[in-house]
């Protein structure tokens, strides 16, 4: 557990919450907590649902096209050392991918055979893919761009199963209006927690601010930052590095460049001296952001950025890293192998678009599991993009749910070459 995870734990026990970090999910750890909020409860929760949704995903294939080594892929992917060593952090990036691997899951084994007789089953699992939509997109910033494809895919199968001449376009309209119901269901949601406003984006600010600055040679940073007694812009920009802007407000000498603020009328400021900063010189932004996601890609870079979490960090709670050798051989294995190249998301990307050409160019003869290939690679993409405009670092648990539903689309495809599962795709033709 990190500094955020031990955040939202507090957040749990007490009921009070703010929105540095998503609320649902401070909120959810105290549900699945019975009241007594501890990290084992929502660590079971997070690894079972991703572990649940892969047994789903490797029964709904055998269910349909027998038995075959090849489904081996399915599971195979959750011991892949860039996915694993995600999966054991509670982290809100985390909580996403379990949320939407088991909503995906439930969606294919809706579509299953056996269950096409069943119309209350059926809506049953609709109904819960729905909800595990609804957090786990509801849990990152960028959660609500991850789900457009979930929503589509929802819309045709319930427009095939209804009206025997559906169209692609009032299956648009359907899954708009159902990801327009989810984001106010969120909204209302978020509200009733009550939480403190701590104006998360003023990092951004500040981090974008500090480049424009630097390359510019001007001082864009409103009064009340720059009057701080020790502020220096020489030393800002010294310290300023695309990797993440945490050297600025931390560093590790402990001493912090900028600070953060909770008074609203410093935030507004501080939006309006980057919005100035932007329309000024919008050539430096846009060359930060890019430098900023190249690095979160780690594209011409050695090493995956903080690819593990090692160990519990400090916390007021008294948990501490137990002496664990398995865990302690396991953290050097991370450690060796960060400069390897499934440590770097740039791949994942790249293997996603790939897919998605493929399937642009094989859509008449796709199945449905190669439809949930699709389904998948555009939604890790749409989750990725949005990316370059706001992400603060290069964290690689930002980019999990790409990492995850790219091997994972890939592992569709794998599993379904089979010569029984070809021969099988021909007789259904």
Known sequence: MSKDSFNQLGQSMTGVYDDWHPPLMAWFWGVVSLGHPHPAPLFIVQLGSFWLALSFIGLSLRGRYGPSKKLLLIPLVGWVPAVFSMNVVLWKDVQLVSALLLCFALLIRENAEPLRDSPWKRTGLAGLAILLL????GVRINGLAAIPPFCLFMAWQWGLDHRPRWSYFKSGWISLLLLILIFLAQRQATQSLAPVSSFPIQYLY???ITKISCDSGRNFFPDWVTQQNDFQMSLICARYH?????????GDDG???LRLTRDPEQVHQLRQAWVKAVTQ????????RTAVFASLLRIDEEEG???YQGSMDFNTFGYKTSDNPIQANFVHFLDKTKSWLIFKPWIYLLFSLVGLGWGGIRHRSLDQFRW??????????????PQWFI????DFRYAHWLVVSCLMGWALIGATLHPQIQNAQEKAR
Not at 134 to 137: E, K, Q, V
Request: hydrophobic share 40%; charged share 15%; no cysteine.
């Open 134 to 137: 609804f957090y786990g997109s």
């Open 206 to 208: 500040q981090f974008d």
């Open 242 to 250: 695309p990797d993440s802007g945490d050297d600025l407000f931390y």
């Open 255 to 257: 001493r912090a460049l």
């Open 281 to 288: 010189e919008p050539q430096i932004w846009f060359r930060h």
């Open 305 to 307: 950025y903080y690819t």
């Open 372 to 385: 949930g290939s699709m389904l998948l690679w555009s939604s890790g993409v749409l989750y990725i993009l």
């Open 391 to 394: 992400v603060p670092a290069s």
